[in-house]
């Protein structure tokens, strides 16, 4: 167990609707990492924020949002789903926003299924 | 920009024997690399990451990975292979002093250890 929650685990929704991921980082970790896991396109970075603040930005489609609250966890809003938004998304966190030694641990993931 | 490459979909090796996963990687300046390892319907754990030092890196569950500056290299080894290693597995790095913290993974590998 990492120590990264996110829920929820699965999810089955329609094209054209919104949906919203949640993440619980590890305790004391203050950055957040968000990373899409689709078969044809691996492992993408969206999004990082730390300690509020968005410090990095990777593949996030516009549709895309996300945000870091006060307490630290950190929700995914994906609008406008389509089919090819069907993956599976991965919240990470770490104890810094930098810094070349830091490791980042990954929850278990929310499976998105747009039909 | 920084960029990972995990030659081999897939990696056969029977239980007992060594394994060795290859990972090149290309990026400007030391590179910081890491290993993780996702079992099904799991998210990613960390094995390992090489920052500086010695060559030879030890991981979790008797993982190993080697650093090849001059191949630009960091392939993952273990001397005995377990059927219970079987998974899929991903090579990063992080490119130094990047402004955020974020990496970027390999396509992955799969290691089926057969008994």
């Not at chain 1, 990492?2 to 829920?7: A, H, M």
């Not at chain 2, 030092?53 to 080894?77: C, I, M, P, R, W």
Request: proline fraction near 4%.
């Amino acid at each position: 167990d990492s120590g990264v929650t996110q829920t929820p685990k699965h999810l089955i929704t329609a094209t054209g609707q919104r949906v919203t991921l949640r993440c619980s980082p590890r305790s004391g970790d203050l950055s957040v990492y968000w990373y899409q896991q689709s078969l044809d396109q691996g492992l993408q970075f969206l999004i990082q924020y730390y300690n509020g603040e968005e410090r990095a930005k990777g593949n996030i489609l516009e549709r895309f949002s996300a945000q870091q609250f006060p307490d630290l966890h950190s929700e995914l809003n994906l609008s406008s789903l389509e089919l090819g938004d069907s993956a599976l998304y991965f919240c990470a966190s770490s104890v810094a926003g930098q810094g070349a030694g830091n490791t980042i641990y990954f929850g278990e993931g929310s499976w998105l299924t747009v039909v | 920009a920084q960029s990972v490459a995990q030659p081999e979909d897939q990696v056969n090796v029977a239980e007992g024997n060594p394994l060795t996963v290859k990972c090149t990687y290309s990026v400007s300046g030391n590179p910081y690399l890491f290993w993780y390892v996702q079992y099904p319907n799991r998210g990613l754990q960390f094995l390992l990451k090489y920052i500086t030092g010695d060559n030879l890196v030890k991981g979790s569950y008797g993982f190993e990975a080697e650093f090849n500056k001059s191949q630009t290299s960091f392939h993952l080894k273990k001397p005995s292979a377990l059927v219970s290693d079987s998974a899929l597995y991903f090579c990063a790095v992080r490119r130094p002093n990047n402004a955020g913290n974020m990496l970027t993974f390999g396509g992955g590998t799969r290691l089926m250890v057969k008994p």
